[in-house]
């Protein structure tokens, strides 16, 4: 039965499956553990959305947060105290697969404040507070991919910290963080620091990227708008991963592999499918390749071991995906300008969630101590 699960052909494929959710249940019941075991779960991924779910539903949160409020905790260092808890423990659980593979998996992620995303400094300052704490060689912190975010990416990899760029829309703006990525390798070459530890992964969002695109086509009544729903995501992943094969040619980044520096792997993140007339696993086959990641929600992941397909896919239909920007511009739909509305939304979509949750904890705060 083990050999039959497709999550597991996926690893030797060349692409690691990471879980798009962690909850402190998921640990302490063995849930994590078995995945990590049966389905080959190499890491996980989390953001403020992720633990305002968690945190408002679990159970297992009500004795932590009543001991916490009783040592005068407010809200916020409730939030933090309990993130850093299950992120931890989660590293500890990854930190076999990690030392197995050599650090090439078994990250386990956290996002600095989304209330910082515009704010270089804030952001490399809570960063690198967030790694000194957590002190495990597999955490990830997650850096948005604005413009702020960019010379903090390059500040924190020159520093050695492990980055997990994240809201990543459009390949412009990835081969920018590529950029900010190379430019810290190399600024910590020439300051004599090693290289091999430093780990980081690009995440590029995609679900997000056909819900409006889809819905500007539907706006219009053209009958080449029907014809191109549901393509812009897939298509701009598989041109960032020829981005990505354009950087490994070249001499710069051979440079820095030569003195042990590990690859910065593409992420497929928001991969489950909102649209209920595609397939649940849209963007899951299509995008199938080496040296990637593709972390899913649980739903989409019981639903790849059901009956998911691996075939390595990812470059397929390269052709129609490099004409695909050029056909939506001739309707008025500009992709970087979808990327920029996309980034916008993706930052209040973390920063929502965050606030709610400490609204939600200082109230439970408040009643717990009665």
Same mark, same amino acid.
């Given at each position: 039965?083990?050999?039959?699960?497709?999550?597991?052909?996926?690893?030797?494929? +060349?692409?690691?499956?990471?879980?798009?959710?962690?909850?402190?249940?998921?640990?302490?019941?063995?849930?994590?553990?078995?995945?990590?075991?049966?389905?080959?779960?190499?890491?996980?991924?989390?953001?403020?959305?992720?633990?305002?779910?968690?945190?408002?539903? +679990?159970?297992?949160?009500?004795?932590?947060?009543?001991?916490?409020?009783?040592? +005068?905790?407010?809200?916020?260092?409730?939030?933090?105290?309990?993130?850093?808890?299950?992120?931890?423990?989660?590293?500890?659980?990854?930190?076999?697969?990690?030392?197995?593979?050599?650090?090439?998996?078994?990250?386990?992620?956290?996002?600095?404040?989304?209330?910082?995303?515009?704010?270089?400094?804030?952001?490399?300052?809570?960063?690198?507070?967030?790694?000194?704490?957590?002190?495990?060689?597999?955490?990830?912190?997650?850096?948005?991919?604005?413009?702020?975010?960019?010379?903090?990416?390059?500040?924190?990899?020159?520093?050695?910290?492990?980055?997990?760029?994240?809201?990543?829309?459009?390949?412009?703006?990835?081969?920018?963080?590529?950029?900010?990525?190379?430019?810290?390798?190399?600024?910590?070459?020439?300051?004599?620091?090693?290289?091999?530890?430093?780990?980081?992964?690009?995440?590029?969002?995609?679900?997000?990227?056909?819900?409006?695109?889809?819905?500007?086509?539907?706006?219009?009544?053209?009958?080449?708008?029907?014809?191109?729903?549901?393509?812009?995501?897939?298509?701009?992943?598989?041109?960032?991963?020829?981005?990505?094969?354009?950087?490994?040619?070249?001499?710069?980044?051979?440079?820095?592999?030569?003195?042990?520096?590990?690859?910065?792997?593409?992420?497929?993140?928001?991969? +489950?499918?909102?649209?209920?007339?595609?397939?649940?696993?849209?963007?899951?086959?299509?995008?199938?390749?080496?040296?990637?990641?593709?972390?899913?929600?649980?739903?989409?992941?019981?639903?790849?071991?059901?009956?998911?397909?691996?075939?390595?896919?990812?470059?397929?239909?390269?052709?129609?995906?490099?004409?695909?920007?050029?056909?939506?511009?001739?309707?008025?739909?500009?992709?970087?300008?979808?990327?920029?509305?996309?980034?916008?939304?993706?930052?209040?979509?973390?920063?929502?969630?965050?606030?709610?949750?400490?609204?939600?904890?200082?109230?439970?705060?408040?009643?717990?101590?009665?």
């Amino acid at each position: 039965m083990m050999a039959a699960n497709p999550l597991l052909r996926l690893r030797e494929i +060349g692409q690691s499956v990471w879980l798009d959710y962690i909850q402190r249940n998921l640990i302490e019941n063995g849930e994590l553990e078995r995945m990590i075991r049966e389905d080959g779960l190499a890491g996980v991924t989390s953001n403020p959305a992720i633990f305002e779910k968690a945190m408002s539903s +679990g159970p297992e949160y009500t004795a932590p947060v009543r001991e916490l409020a009783r040592r +005068g905790l407010p809200a916020a260092a409730l939030i933090e105290t309990l993130t850093l808890e299950d992120i931890g423990l989660a590293a500890d659980l990854f930190r076999p697969l990690y030392e197995a593979t050599q650090g090439d998996d078994g990250f386990v992620s956290i996002e600095v404040s989304p209330h910082l995303a515009r704010d270089t400094g804030a952001t490399i300052a809570e960063a690198q507070r967030l790694w000194a704490t957590l002190g495990r060689p597999n955490v990830m912190i997650k850096v948005p991919a604005t413009r702020a975010g960019l010379p903090a990416i390059r500040a924190l990899i020159a520093a050695g910290v492990n980055v997990n760029i994240t809201l990543l829309f459009s390949v412009a703006r990835y081969r920018e963080v590529a950029a900010a990525w190379l430019a810290g390798l190399e600024d910590r070459a020439r300051a004599g620091a090693p290289l091999g530890h430093v780990a980081s992964v690009a995440s590029f969002f995609l679900s997000r990227i056909d819900t409006l695109v889809d819905k500007r086509l539907d706006q219009l009544a053209a009958g080449e708008a029907r014809a191109l729903r549901g393509l812009a995501a897939v298509a701009s992943a598989r041109l960032a991963y020829q981005a990505y094969k354009s950087i490994e040619a070249q001499t710069r980044w051979q440079a820095l592999a030569r003195h042990g520096a590990r690859a910065q792997r593409l992420l497929w993140a928001s991969t +489950g499918t909102k649209d209920p007339a595609y397939s649940d696993l849209m963007y899951v086959e299509p995008l199938i390749g080496r040296e990637t990641v593709n972390t899913l929600t649980p739903e989409t992941l019981a639903a790849y071991r059901d009956h998911g397909d691996p075939a390595a896919r990812l470059e397929d239909d390269i052709g129609a995906a490099r004409a695909l920007p050029a056909a939506l511009r001739t309707l008025g739909i500009d992709l970087d300008e979808v990327a920029r509305q996309l980034e916008e939304e993706g930052i209040r979509k973390f920063v929502e969630p965050y606030d709610k949750l400490l609204a939600t904890l200082e109230q439970r705060r408040r009643e717990l101590l009665g």
